[in-house]
């Protein structure tokens, strides 16, 4: 049986949409798990921001100690 144009075009669209369907789940499970990384990173990055200002801070109460 020979398939023609349309059937080909039908059969594409048929299989794009099981792909799409069966695919979807695994994108909202990274884009979820993406997510979660970059809190955590930007998490990292605040505590890093708030270390290197803590240490500044420190080393300025430091030279103010030295010269009153």
Not at 9 to 27: D, G, I, M, N
Not at 28 to 51: H, I, P, S
Request: hydrophobic share 35%; proline share 3%; no cysteine.
């Amino acid at each position: 049986m020979a398939f023609t144009e349309d059937d080909v075009k039908a059969l594409r669209l048929l299989l794009r949409e099981e792909l799409q369907a069966e695919v979807r789940p695994f994108r909202n499970e990274v884009g979820k798990r993406f997510d979660e990384v970059a809190t955590q990173m930007d998490g990292l990055y605040q505590r890093d921001e708030k270390q290197e200002y803590l240490s500044i801070r420190e080393q300025i109460r430091r030279l103010e100690a030295r010269f009153p």
